[in-house]
Every structure is written in structure tokens, then in C-alpha cells.
């Protein structure tokens, strides 16, 4: 029942801003490390940032100084404020979460089905 939503996509110009958010909902009991991927055309997947439960950030190189995680353990959401893009950063972008799902005694990683992203002009 455990779902991930990622929402905000779309056609932005180089230099412009963008934020995606993401929703988790179902039945979660408590989550942990929440985190944003992206996967550009023949190109793996790769992490972009991540957020743990008590706020510690993680970025990687080519989005830092230029992107900011954030979340809101009320509402189970967790959003990407993306500055200064470029048209590199076009891509599917996903979020996930690792977390404890209702009556579950293990943790366990969801996915989003991803949202679209292209910075052009």
C-alpha cells in the first residue's frame, strides 16, 4: 500500500529554478533516509541527495551549491528546490524512501515512478 508520488516536473530554461516534491502515503509507520535520484538517457542512475530523519544532508558534486533537499516528517514529504539549472540536469528524476511500512519488522526501499525534467531553451 506503500506509495511515492513525485510531482513539479517540466520545461524550465537554463538558469531557472524548479522544485519537485514527493509524497509518501499508505501504511508507514516510520521513515528513515528519504533521497532524490535521477536517470538522463543511456546514463545510469545516479544519487543526487538524501535526508535523513534527523535532517543530515547529503549531496552529490555536480548538484551542490545549486540544490537543496528538504523534508517534512508530518506530512511525509520530501522536496528538491533545484537553482541555476543547467541542460545537463535534464533527466527522470525519483525520489525514494527507506522505511518501516505498517506491521512490517523490516526496512525496505519504494521508488516513485519518476517525473520528467528538461531544462532548454
Known amino acids: 500500500q506503500v506509495q511515492l508520488v513525485e510531482s513539479g516536473g517540466g520545461l524550465v530554461q537554463p538558469g531557472g529554478s524548479l522544485r519537485l516534491s514527493c509524497a509518501a502515503s499508505?501504511?508507514?509507520?516510520?521513515?528513515?533516509?528519504m533521497g532524490w535520484h535521477r536517470q538522463a538517457p543511456g546514463a545510469q542512475r545516479e544519487l543526487l541527495a538524501s535526508?535523513?530523519?534527523?535532517?543530515?544532508?547529503n549531496y552529490a558534486d555536480s548538484v551542490k551549491g545549486r540544490f537543496t533537499i528538504s523534508r517534512d516528517n508530518a506530512k511525509n514529504t520530501v522536496s528538491l528546490q533545484m537553482n541555476s539549472l543547467k541542460p545537463e540536469d535534464t533527466a527522470v528524476y525519483y525520489c525514494?524512501?527507506?522505511?518501516?511500512?505498517?506491521?512490517?519488522?523490516?526496512?525496505?526501499?519504494?521508488w516513485g515512478k519518476g517525473t520528467q525534467v528538461t531544462v532548454s531553451s
Open positions: 535526508i535523513s530523519r534527523g535532517g543530515v544532508t
Open positions: 525514494n524512501a527507506l522505511l518501516f511500512s505498517s506491521g512490517s519488522h523490516a526496512l525496505q526501499t519504494y
Open positions: 499508505g501504511s508507514i509507520f516510520s521513515i528513515y533516509d
